[in-house]
């Protein structure tokens, strides 16, 4: 089983950065794709960005272009979601997500990390 973990979250101010890393258990060059979703209470889980096996091809919802990029590190089985110029909608908790090789399989997902842009 297939686990990822995020760390990086916490409290910023509207116009700070963070960084988000999700680790995982494996190796992630054969997922298809990996990227970060985020949720508030109430609400649907949303995409933010996700990023090709190779990393050549990423895509990020419109609300973030621009301030945040997706990387991966194929050696390091880490991804990471740099996060500039917050702001307030940005609250949420972040998770991490890795898309299989086969369609026979579930996505995987992290247990989340909370992002509070509060001053």
């Known amino acids: 089983q297939v686990q990822l973990v995020e760390s990086g979250g916490g409290l910023v101010q509207p116009g700070g950065s963070l960084r988000l890393s999700c680790a995982a258990s494996t190796s992630i060059f054969s997922f298809r794709t990996m990227g970060w979703y985020r949720q508030v209470p109430g609400k649907e889980r949303e995409l933010v960005a996700t990023?090709?096996?190779?990393?050549?091809?990423?895509n990020y919802a419109d609300s973030v272009k621009g301030r945040f990029t997706i990387s991966r590190d194929n050696a390091k089985s880490t991804v990471y979601l740099q996060m500039s110029s917050l702001k307030p909608e940005d609250t949420a908790v972040y998770y991490c997500?890795?898309?299989?090789?086969?369609?026979?399989?579930?996505?995987?997902w992290g247990q989340g990390t909370q992002v509070t842009v509060s001053s």
């Open positions: 997500n890795a898309v299989p090789p086969s369609p026979m399989y579930s996505d995987y």
């Open positions: 990023i090709s096996s190779g990393g050549v091809n990423t």
